[in-house]
């Protein structure tokens, strides 16, 4: 079974920038599709980016998009988001996950009951 561990989390101010990674126990190439989701205080999880199993497609939701970039780096097994200009509004509980069904990259998003998930990392944005 896959496991996935999320590092990069903490305390950021406003407009400032984190990069979070997840490093897969196993090859993550190509049999697994990866992606971002976190859950704010009060809020159900939802989708932050996807990237798909195969030809790198992503996906964004629509409050991150220009200002986070996923990307992946299957010979080091690991999934990585770059968030810059973060708000106040990203702070939240940031899991990463895997998927083997080929889903679309926004097909993964919009799925709660995916296959693996991390265990969670905490971002924060505050002054």
């Known amino acids: 079974q896959l496991q996935l561990v999320e590092s990069g989390g903490g305390l950021v101010q406003p407009g400032g920038s984190l990069r979070l990674s997840c490093a897969a126990s196993?090859?993550?190439?190509?049999?697994?599709?990866l992606g971002w989701f976190r859950q704010a205080p009060g809020k159900e999880r939802e989708g932050v980016s996807c990237?798909?199993?195969?030809?790198?497609?992503?996906w964004y939701a629509d409050s991150v998009k220009g200002r986070f970039t996923i990307s992946r780096d299957d010979a080091k097994n690991m999934v990585h988001l770059q968030m810059n200009n973060l708000k106040p509004e990203d702070t939240a509980v940031y899991y990463c996950?895997?998927?083997?069904?080929?889903?679309?990259?926004?097909?993964?998003?919009?799925?709660?009951?995916?296959?693996?998930w991390g265990q969670g990392i905490l971002v924060t944005v505050s002054s």
């Open positions: 996950a895997a998927e083997s069904v080929p889903f679309t990259a926004q097909e993964m998003c919009d799925n709660k009951y995916l296959e693996v």
């Open positions: 196993g090859s993550i190439w190509p049999k697994y599709a």
């Open positions: 990237i798909h199993k195969r030809d790198g497609s992503t």
